[in-house]
């Protein structure tokens, strides 16, 4: 058996310490998924590196997805190619144009 050494086990779980997730309060008909009731109240629960612990509450879906993924002042701007209009293809694959 391959065993993980013990520092990379423990770095790996303290990566976990401070992550957040959202909980529904609402217990009707034991819905499990965050979009099937996405007007219910929420805690929020922080992984303390033992166990979830209360971190707040929010109203909704919408207020709880905006304090787990703050959104950043600006959007990274992305560099797209310019681009350029297709060649004609020449494989077998390619449907023939009307006309030809």
């Known amino acids: 058996m391959d065993d993980e050494a013990l520092s ?19 217990s009707d008909d034991g819905l499990k998924g965050s979009h099937l009731n996405p007007d219910a109240p929420r805690v929020i629960q922080r992984w303390n590196g ?8 929010v109203p909704n879906l919408a207020e709880a997805q905006r304090l ?5 002042e600006e959007p990274p701007t992305v560099a797209t190619p310019e681009s350029r209009p297709l ?14």
Do not use: F, N, Q, S
């Not at 990379?8 to 609402?26: F, M």
């Not at 033992?50 to 509450?57: I, K, N, Q, S």
């Not at 787990?68 to 950043?72: A, G, L, T, V, Y």
């Open 8 to 26: 990379d086990w423990a770095e790996r779980r303290e990566a976990k310490i401070g992550r957040l997730r959202a909980v529904p309060l609402a």
């Open 50 to 57: 033992y166990a979830w612990e209360p971190h707040g509450t």
């Open 68 to 72: 787990m993924r703050p959104r950043d």
């Open 87 to 100: 060649d004609a293809g020449r494989g077998r694959h390619r449907k023939p144009r009307p006309g030809e």
